[in-house]
């Protein structure tokens, strides 16, 4: 079986991904002390991140962008459309959302502006979506890499802009939004569940669920029976963009601030596209489960003055979800 | 005299791409596609890197990466063929995961080593391999019988499991070559291009490039080359056409990945208009 | 010892458990032609491909040349000068002609020089009597071709055993009065040759000896010079088996007046998934309270007509008129809201999703057709009464509505299809292949639902099983190679059909 497609646990399996959790997360941290920050490091930030208060708040903020990314890509990988073209739509969402509020010249209270820029966050993730979605459907191109591409021309158009138009002062960083426009742990995990049920909803309760589910598992089926793949796809390729333009308003107003050029994308969507899988694709698995890829972020945000590179949290994370797909399918036989 | 120049250095830049995608093509070719390019270049320049600091030789430096390479396509080897994991969720898998262990074994201290100049004979050995190795490979596909069988087993499974032929061995091959022309394509980056460093983000997508290549040069070794070497011009073109035709340079950063977006549309549309070329089933 | 291969008990359970091999026993003997006779579903094809390593027996033993043989793979059977041509022959679509002969010969550990194999192959090719070009790509090749270059690396490998699958089905009388002498000769060089066919005059006219099967077991095995036609049909059908087809005992007198037409196909083009025309010109009408059979041989259009009537494929010209209407340009939806049922040949991936529900599997097909089961939240608690509807409209018990499609069985989830769109209570229902894999009790009771649906709807189906058609349509339309080739109406002579299917 599929695993991207995989429903309907049993207990067997259950066992299965327990092995493939703390298996794959003990290699990867036994792994990481190879860095300066050695395994003393790991082992007491692994204690000191789900013991203390600071790092759980930390892990709710870092929630959002991931969160959102993943419940919206639940429904994209149902319908078998394999976009990886998160990590470009939270950028987007977050350079429109720091356009909103510092460059457009609006100056909208707080109480519009909050809204405003989710919305169009939102969009403007759900319109790169698009792109891709109607590339797929029209022309056949592969999504996967065509998302793909897209991330690195939205990376590479981040970088333009703060190091060019959007410069203030005399290092490369664009203004940072003011604290009135900033977001609390509070509200991203309202906005984070609030996306997440409504996905779930769609996927479970919906007509356009079934469809999903149907074309996702046989598209031949969905066509000859008259559900419209086209719409699928680009149902599918859009809301997943939006959830991601969310997120990426989540990341700008929530503990990003502000811009500066980056040579490697932050990359909350892959972990968004990692989470996804992991849950099976359920949208409520996979809330949880990147409550959990956010805590080891913030394991390895606390460990980055110590030396351990910031890129090696994707790694981890990774090697989680392989680590669970070979001991699911070792499991299951 | 400067286009030449440009000519050359693009040859020059473009050689990690056409070394993967080359590696890449026998993949597909034999019907499986490994998304995990970016990161076994990643993985295998931050190695070439270590090794050649510790042993103070780039040319092992430069092994240790082919090895590198091949030891995340192993990866790929047993849980898509052994396990029959998910061939896109594995790949991506190793991409991510590549880059974040190329960053970790650069963290413990292995961020400048020895590189491999420019001229120098080891540098000459691996150009002239570049050159020769598209059309060897096309030999090895349309004209030997093993060249055939690979073929086979990527145009239909079924038929090639009915048949008899040893399917998950070849794949298990064609995913090794694969991942030591992507050892040696990251290691060559890290090494020459980048004068012997390793930093976060070296390979900067090169890795998708290369896999864009394969489709944009459809799947032929011959073509998959020259795709490759055209990304690579539209790469070092890049401070030619900032400063004498006036663009900016983001738009010019962006350009190859745009190309390789609408490559694919009309790669796609070709292949609609004429039904006789027909490609592997790799995805 | 004249025997060539011993098959000893040989028995296949396919998964589902059905019984496709009961315990056959046969010889086959060095220099003879050997017919295997039967009707569809009988075992005989099961039975070479346990020959040549494809199906695992889960009992029973094979012994050539006096020596045990286990092939564990279609190149064991190769490598020990067993040959089998499949009934559609199978070809990797993007090599050559000569790339796929010699990828055959290297699997049979023969390694030939290219220039040698190809005057080899101008030799076989005078021999044989037709050319096939080598330098042209697999996918372009028609069946019969296909069939052609397997008889050529059969010969090429100078294999002892040939088994061929049902090979004369694309062949004019003509072409199977020259193959039969081949077959012949190939004997009398001390080959076998194994012939599966279902067509009894044909069995007579090659072989040396007929072993029929029937119901998975071998009846009776005769010397083709001591046994007569009508004992053959006896031992392929039964007692009345014979009968029940050809003459059927329900036969009613045509119905005089006619329905309303539901379906007329116009003048109808289509092409093929590799741009061929495969559809040239079909016209056809279906009226309510008639079953109309489509006749032919697989291949020749017949899934791109269905796929143009169900508005899956564009036609390039003519009209599918739906009620008066004209649904040309119309898609699958707006078809389907009109009133047309389904039932396409595959059941799992065309007619089913994998690893959905029973209950979603009958829930998404109403999608297009009513609000009933909610407008846009999905009311589940009255979806489920729909199958459970649905359900009870077909003698199964399935014990959990919320189990996947796949823990059924592959009759009872093609009754269950059937069923879900019987229920939508359509005007035009088109299938196409409804009994295939099917066992012949599960086949029964498919062919009944479709015909017992005629009274409400008009009834189209596409089958590559005469017998079938004969039994329960009207009318008949014979396609080949895209044309109508006749339209029979009742009584129908099957010879005349079968004339019009090969002509």
Redo the contacts between chains.
């Keep these: 079986m599929n695993p991207m497609l995989a429903s309907r646990p049993s207990l067997r399996p259950l066992v299965g991904v327990t092995i493939g959790l703390i298996a794959g997360f003990a290699l990867a941290l036994i792994l990481g002390s190879i860095s300066p920050a050695g395994f003393k490091g790991m082992a007491s930030s692994l204690v000191w991140v789900y013991t203390s208060p600071a790092p759980l708040i930390f892990t709710l903020t870092l929630l959002g962008p991931i969160a959102c990314a993943a419940v919206g890509l639940t429904l994209a990988y149902r319908a078998r459309f394999i976009t990886i073209g998160s990590e470009g739509q939270i950028l987007l969402g977050s350079i429109v959302t720091l356009w909103l509020i510092e460059y457009s010249d609006l100056n909208l209270h707080p109480t519009i502006a909050i809204p405003t820029s989710i919305v169009l966050g939102g969009f403007a993730g759900a319109f790169l979506g698009f792109v891709v979605g109607l590339l797929r459907v029209y022309v056949n191109a592969n999504e996967i890499l065509v998302s793909l591409m897209l991330n690195y021309v939205i990376l590479y158009i981040l970088n333009h802009l703060a190091s060019g138009p959007w410069r203030v002062g005399p290092f490369a960083i664009t203004r940072s939004v003011g604290e009135e426009y900033r977001l609390g742990p509070l509200a991203i995990v309202v906005t984070t569940v609030s996306l997440t049920l409504l996905c779930w909803v769609l996927l479970t309760r919906s007509k356009f669920g079934l469809a999903i589910k149907v074309y996702g598992r046989a598209p031949r089926v969905a066509e000859t029976y008259g559900l419209n793949s086209k719409t699928i796809v680009l149902a599918v390729a859009m809301l997943s963009g939006f959830t991601s333009g969310v997120g990426g308003v989540l990341m700008m107003l929530g503990f990003q601030h502000n811009l500066s050029p980056m040579s490697v994308s932050p990359g909350y969507g892959y972990m968004g596209v990692l989470v996804s899988w992991l849950s099976a694709n359920n949208p409520l698995v996979a809330l949880l489960a990147s409550w959990f890829f956010s805590s080891i972020l913030v394991l390895g945000r606390s460990l980055q003055a110590s030396g351990l590179p910031i890129g090696y949290v994707l790694a981890i994370q990774s090697i989680i979800v392989l680590s669970v797909m070979i001991a699911r399918r070792l499991t299951s036989r | 005299m400067v286009v030449v120049d440009y000519m050359s250095i693009a040859f020059i830049t473009s050689i990690p791409i056409i070394l993967a995608a080359l590696g890449e093509v026998l993949v597909e070719r034999s019907g499986r596609v490994n998304l995990g390019v970016e990161g076994m270049m990643a993985f295998s320049a931050s190695i070439s890197v270590a090794v050649s600091t510790l042993t103070g030789s780039p040319l092992i430096g430069l092994i240790a990466g082919g090895m590198a390479g091949v030891i995340l396509s192993t990866v790929y080897t047993l849980t898509v063929i052994g396990l029959k994991l998910d061939q896109i969720v594995v790949g991506l898998i190793i991409s991510l995961a590549g880059l974040g262990l190329a960053d970790l074994i650069s963290s413990a201290g292995y961020r400048v080593g020895y590189n491999i100049p420019h001229g120098s004979t080891l540098h000459n050995t691996l150009i002239v391999i570049t050159i020769v190795l598209p059309p060897i490979l096309w030999l090895i596909l349309y004209r030997t019988p093993q060249g055939v069988e690979l073929r086979a087993v990527g145009y239909d499974e079924h038929v090639a499991r009915e048949r008899g032929l040893r399917v998950d061995l070849i794949r298990a091959v064609t995913v090794t070559i694969g991942g030591l022309t992507a050892g040696i394509a990251g290691a060559y980056m890290a090494l020459v291009l980048y004068n012997g460093r390793y930093f976060s983000g070296i390979t900067g997508g090169w890795g998708w490039l290369a896999i864009g290549s394969v489709i944009l040069g459809y799947w032929h070794p011959i073509g998959v080359a020259v795709a490759a070497y055209t990304i690579g011009i539209l790469l070092t073109t890049k401070p030619l056409l900032t400063s004498e035709l006036g663009l900016p340079p983001t738009l010019v950063t962006i350009t190859p990945y745009i190309a390789v977006i609408i490559a694919l549309t009309l790669v796609t549309i070709i292949s609609r208009r004429k039904p006789s070329l027909i490609p592997p089933k790799p995805l | 010892m004249n025997t060539f291969l011993s098959i000893r008990d040989v028995r296949v359970v396919y998964p589902g458990g059905v019984i496709a091999n009961d315990d056959v026993s046969l010889d086959i003997r060095r220099g003879e032609v050997l017919a295997l006779l039967g009707e569809n579903g009988a075992g005989k094809t099961t039975l070479i491909r346990v020959v040549a390593?494809?199906v695992k027996p889960v009992k029973g033993e094979l012994v050539l040349d006096g020596v045990r043989f286990k092939p564990s793979?279609?190149?064991?059977a190769?490598r020990n000068g067993i040959y089998m041509v499949p009934q559609m022959p199978?070809?990797?679509?993007?090599?050559t002609v000569l790339?796929?002969i010699?990828?055959?010969l290297?699997?049979a550990g023969r390694?030939i020089n290219r220039g040698r194999l190809e005057a080899r192959i101008a030799d076989l090719e005078g021999l044989l009597g037709f050319k096939v070009n080598l330098s042209s790509?697999c996918?372009?090749l028609s069946i019969g071709e296909k069939q052609r270059v397997e008889l050529l690396k059969a010969l090429l490998l100078d294999s002892k055993m040939l088994m061929l699958d049902e090979p004369t089905t694309h062949m004019t009388p003509h072409e199977f009065n020259s193959f039969k002498g081949l077959l012949r000769g190939l004997a009398g060089e001390g080959r076998s040759v194994v012939f599966v066919t279902h067509k009894v005059y044909e069995a007579l006219s090659v072989a040396d000896r007929v072993a029929v099967m029937r119901k998975g077991r071998i009846v009776g095995v005769f010397q083709a010079g001591e046994v007569s036609e009508d004992i053959l049909v006896k031992y392929m059908f039964g007692e009345n088996g014979y009968h029940r087809v050809f003459t059927p005992k329900n036969y009613k007198e045509p119905v005089h007046v006619k329905g309303e037409p539901v379906l007329e196909v116009l003048d109808l083009w289509v092409k093929g998934p590799?741009?061929q025309i495969a559809v040239k010109g079909v016209s056809m009408i279906v009226r309510k309270g008639e079953v109309v059979g489509v006749a032919g041989i697989t291949g020749n259009g017949q899934r791109e007509l269905f796929e143009a009537i169900?508005g899956?494929r564009k036609p390039i010209k003519g009209r599918v008129v739906l009620n008066g209407e004209d649904v040309t340009g119309r898609?699958?939806?707006?078809?389907?809201?009109k009133g047309v049922a389904?039932i396409?040949e595959e059941r799992?991936?065309?007619?089913?999703?994998?690893?959905?529900t029973v209950v979603?599997n009958i829930?998404?097909?109403l999608?297009?057709v009513n609000s009933s089961?909610?407008?846009?939240?999905?009311d589940?608690r009255k979806a489920r009464e729909v199958a459970e509807e649905v359900v009870a409209m077909i003698d199964v018990k399935v014990h959990d509505l919320s189990a996947?499609i796949d823990s059924l069985s592959g009759g009872n989830m093609q009754r269950l299809m059937i069923a879900r769109e019987l229920y939508k209570r359509p005007i035009l229902i088109v299938a196409m292949n409804p009994t295939g894999g099917l066992d012949l009790q599960t086949s029964k009771i498919v062919r009944g639902m479709v015909v017992g649906s005629s009274k409400a709807s008009a009834v189209l189906v596409i089958s590559e099983d005469l017998e079938e058609l004969l039994e329960i349509s009207d009318r008949i339309y014979v396609m080949s190679d895209g044309v109508v080739k006749g339209v029979f109406e009742k009584p129908f002579n099957a010879d005349y059909i079968i004339r019009a299917m090969v002509g």
């Design positions: 390593g494809l793979s279609y190149r064991d190769l199978q070809f990797f679509d993007g090599l790339e796929d010699m990828l055959t290297r699997l390694s790509h996918w372009s590799y741009g169900i899956l898609d699958p939806a707006y078809r389907i809201r389904v396409p799992v991936g065309w007619g089913l999703a994998s690893g959905l979603e829930a998404f097909s999608i297009p089961i909610g407008r846009f939240i999905v589940w996947t």
